[in-house]
């Protein structure tokens, strides 16, 4: 762009008309206010373009290393450097156009005298002659204070505008190229749509396992997608109706033009498939009387309607349990007391309908045999509820502060598990193995599968991630930070269980 200074040879293959006089003459004087005028009015909206653009694409580098946790250190090198190249490619511009324009010593060359003919024009000056057709031109660009001959893509000559017949004669040689109107427009929303999308990296991309983010979150999370969209839109009508037209080839644009249309078309349709995902992967979430939030699940495949949350800094709802009904909003209910309060309620429920039926029955002693399957049946859940409370225990110490959530779940032998993690890639479990040879503990094992890419998995491909005591007495937890079969546990561990 700094090429726009004038350096132009005398050219021996052009002289002016012979003996003809010419029709307007006019002066410009090259200062270094009016040279920086001329580049910031035809080059600056590009310059600006080139940052938005880019400050733009690195926020989408981002966001996509912001969801991988290991690469999350690179997503926010990737924010920073987009930031710099917002603030610093307009500087470094400005900066670059003084420093060509001091070395290239134009003071001594600052007097411009211009002769226009009906077909060509001659510049003069101390160091050089141009002589040039119109018609070889390669741009003609009207400004507010001067028209800009371009002999080349970046070489302008500025001609000072008298608003009268010496404009009519240039701008009538259909050289001129129309101001690019959406450029500015162009300009904010590609700018919007990197800081939305850096938003959504930092909010929706670290967004830990079952949190919600908050409402107002949400929505600007949703709107990026849409923004997207109009910068997506905005940039194929500016591709159409002002660069391509400058192909030559009627071939050439017509292929451009088509594939400005189909990529678009292309991004339109992804991003809206965002959007609509993100929409229909949000219940509704009110606000509680206490400060906490409800967030209802109208899904017939999820375990319970109702879930509660808290807020956690600006952005983020963290997880804290399942809620019996939409008014069960305790926040110091921790969800292992919640889990046993329904199982007691349960068992409760259980045992009354055990009584009510000890009258009836079909053997010979009906009392007896029902006595006796409640018996049985209290027994198995007197186990069952053993095992899950050390489990809820092991949740709590472990893995509730990380972000995970405990769900029960029971295998083809009705053995349970509970379900901590869980994504489309894998799995992690934990899982009551036996007791120990003390007799005085449960040991449980945490697994982690893959998943296949239907979505399956096996715990035959599940691989040991750790295994944990829990002393039922005392509620005693211990790690052992085994991961196969034959390591050493922790001395904690050996001295709780009493396995060496």
């Not at 809206?272 to 400060?291: A, H, I, M, S, T």
Request: aromatic share 12%; charged share 20%; with cysteine.
């Amino acid at each position: 762009m700094a090429e726009s200074l004038t350096k132009e040879k005398q050219n021996k293959g052009r002289i002016p008309p012979d003996g003809e006089k010419p029709l307007y003459c006019a002066s410009y004087g090259q200062t270094w206010e009016n040279y920086r005028r001329m580049n910031e009015e035809l080059y600056r909206q590009k310059v600006r373009q080139l940052a938005a653009s880019l400050f733009a694409i690195l926020t989408v580098v981002g966001t996509a290393l912001m969801v991988a946790e290991k690469l999350r250190l690179f997503g926010w090198i990737s924010y920073g450097v987009a930031l710099l190249f917002l603030v610093a490619i307009p500087l470094v511009w400005r900066h670059s156009l003084r420093t060509q324009f001091q070395s290239a010593h134009i003071e001594s060359d600052n007097e411009w005298k211009y002769a226009f003919y009906k077909n060509a024009f001659t510049l003069n000056s101390k160091n050089s002659t141009t002589v040039r057709n119109y018609a070889d031109l390669y741009r003609i660009v009207e400004g507010a204070e001067y028209i800009y001959l371009l002999l080349e893509k970046n070489h302008a000559l500025p001609v000072p505008r008298d608003q009268g017949e010496r404009d009519k004669l240039l701008l009538r040689q259909r050289k001129q190229q129309d101001k690019n109107k959406i450029a500015p427009v162009l300009f904010w929303f590609s700018v919007l749509s990197g800081i939305l999308t850096a938003f959504f990296g930092m909010t929706a991309g670290r967004l830990p396992n079952q949190w919600l983010l908050q409402t107002w979150a949400f929505v600007l999370c949703v709107a990026m997608p849409a923004v997207w969209m109009l910068t997506t839109v905005l940039t194929g009508i500016s591709w159409n109706w002002y660069y391509i037209p400058s192909v030559r080839k009627k071939g050439g644009r017509i292929v451009l033009r088509v594939l400005s249309v189909l990529l678009c078309a292309a991004l339109i349709l992804s991003l809206g498939l965002v959007d609509f995902l993100l929409l229909l992967f949000r219940y509704p979430v009110k606000q509680n009387e206490n400060g906490t939030y409800t967030e209802h699940v109208d899904d017939s495949y999820s375990p319970f309607a109702y879930y509660l949350y808290q807020p956690e800094g600006p952005f983020f709802l963290r997880y804290l349990r399942p809620m019996t009904d939409a008014k069960d909003t305790d926040p110091n209910l921790s969800e292992s007391e919640w889990y046993q309060r329904l199982r007691s309620d349960s068992r409760k429920e259980t045992e009354a309908d055990a009584a009510g039926s000890a009258d009836g029955g079909t053997s010979e002693n009906p009392a007896s045999d029902n006595n006796s399957d409640a018996q049985h049946s209290a027994n198995a859940d007197s186990e069952a509820e053993k095992i899950r409370n050390g489990a809820l225990k092991i949740f709590d110490a472990y893995f509730a502060s990380k972000g995970a959530t405990f769900r029960e779940n029971y295998t083809a032998k009705g053995n349970a598990y509970f379900i901590l993690q869980e994504s489309d890639a894998a799995i992690t479990y934990l899982q009551y193995d036996r007791d120990s040879q003390n007799g005085r503990c449960g040991l449980y094992v945490l697994w982690k599968a893959s998943k296949t890419a239907e979505g399956s998995w096996s715990p035959i491909d599940a691989q040991m991630q750790n295994t944990y005591a829990y002393e039922y007495r005392t509620g005693v937890l211990a790690e052992s930070g085994k991961t196969g079969w034959s390591d050493t546990g922790s001395e904690e561990y050996q001295k709780l269980t009493g396995e060496r």
